[in-house]
């Protein structure tokens, strides 16, 4: 699945990865983390009334109480992404933190799957 290769990716940092709006309320933020969130899965083009394959975007966003820490790990994640056949447009944007301590850095990623 999809997911999975991202979230081996991801995960392969050794940083907390959460899916986006998971954490609890009451729960303090890790130093760095990782954040992703499913925006889109389309249809990627049609042949003989049939699907060839699906669109999956993700973002994939970097938090830290270390600003210098979010540029550095979120081009690790697009190194990597497209080393495995992701589609990373770009080098990624900031990103709000509702928390004061914390800056964050994001990027979209696109993967097509065959289907």
């Known amino acids: 699945m999809v997911i999975d290769n991202l979230l081996e990716i991801l995960e392969s940092y050794k940083v907390p990865v959460y899916k986006q709006g998971s954490m609890s309320d009451d729960e303090i933020y890790p130093e760095t ?3 992703f969130w499913n925006s889109n899965s389309t249809d990627h083009s049609h042949y003989d009334n049939d699907n060839y394959g699906v669109t999956w975007d993700y973002q994939i966003c970097v938090y830290s109480a270390d600003p210098a820490q979010i540029y550095s790990l ?6 990597d992404l497209k080393e495995a056949g992701w589609t990373v447009p770009g080098k990624g944007y900031d990103t709000t933190s509702d928390e004061p301590t914390h800056t964050g850095r994001a990027i979209e990623a696109i993967f097509l799957e065959i289907e």
């Open 33 to 35: 983390f990782i954040t």
């Open 74 to 79: 979120i081009e690790d994640i697009r190194k």
